[in-house]
């Protein structure tokens, strides 16, 4: 099976500019989650989706929105972007309902720096 | 609100040694708690979990855990570090086992294994 693929993996990004970013699910998973984790901090959870709707989300604002396709892949868009957005962003998709565990399988993360 | 916090940023122990990386939490409702592993330049893996099954968590690597409620605390430990057991280690809580809730990350705590 193979396993959370992100993209890209580093960008450079100034500030104002909006920024999209990519992530391919585990196969067989139905749920991908989004979180933001600055330079020596703990992830933050952003939002997470299921069946391509938004069913959960975290302390950000507006300007962070996403998408999950019928594949199940995902999108994270980042509007305005700010200094403070420079992290690295992490995906994770998971199996939720009665196959599943809800486990987290986490992506190796975009490295995104605002200039 | 649910919160972690991880006590020591840093953690050095002799290969060999026990391994003691501490996390208390706060919750609302009986938490699921977790235990992360983070690589240089990687995403996040699971070491292990509580789903209220039992106190004592058995994870991989040789990692366990104990879940003591009247202590609010669930501690890593692992008998004998191994020089590969060098990486950063994130203790995480949810209301609703990683749902839509997302996972409430700790600061992190940075295993350091001298020979």
């Known amino acids: 099976e193979t396993g959370v693929t992100q993209s890209p993996t580093h960008l450079i990004k100034t500030r104002g500019q909006q920024v999209t970013l990519r992530c391919s699910s585990q196969?067989?998973?139905?749920?991908v989650s989004w979180y933001q984790q600055a330079l020596g901090q703990g992830p933050q959870f952003i939002f997470q989706?299921?069946?391509?709707?938004?069913?959960g989300r975290g302390n950000f604002p507006p300007r962070f929105s996403g998408l999950q396709f019928p594949n199940y892949s995902s999108e994270l868009n980042v509007n305005a972007l700010e200094l403070d957005d420079s992290a690295l962003y992490l995906c994770?998709?998971?199996?939720?309902?009665?196959?599943?565990?809800?486990?987290?399988?986490f992506g190796e993360g975009s490295r995104l720096t605002v200039l | 609100a649910q919160s972690v916090t991880q006590l020591g940023s840093h953690v050095s122990v002799s290969e060999g040694a026990l391994v003691l990386l501490r996390c208390n939490y706060s919750?609302?409702?009986?938490?699921?708690l977790f235990w992360y592993v983070q690589y240089p330049n990687q995403g996040l893996q699971l070491l292990l979990k509580?789903?209220?099954?039992?106190?004592l968590v058995k994870g991989i690597n040789g990692f366990e855990a104990e879940f003591k409620k009247s202590e609010t605390s669930f501690h890593l430990t692992k008998p004998s570090a191994h020089m590969s057991d060098a990486a950063e280690y994130f203790c995480?809580?949810?209301?609703?086992?990683?749902?839509?809730?997302?996972?409430?990350f700790g600061k992190g705590t940075h295993l350091i294994i001298q020979p």
């Open positions: 919750s609302s409702v009986p938490p699921y």
């Open positions: 989706y299921y069946r391509e709707e938004e069913n």
């Open positions: 509580y789903t209220s099954a039992a106190t």
């Open positions: 995480a809580v949810s209301n609703l086992g990683g749902g839509a809730d997302g996972l409430t």
């Open positions: 994770a998709s998971s199996l939720v309902g009665q196959r599943g565990t809800g486990e987290l399988f």
């Open positions: 196969s067989g998973h139905n749920t």
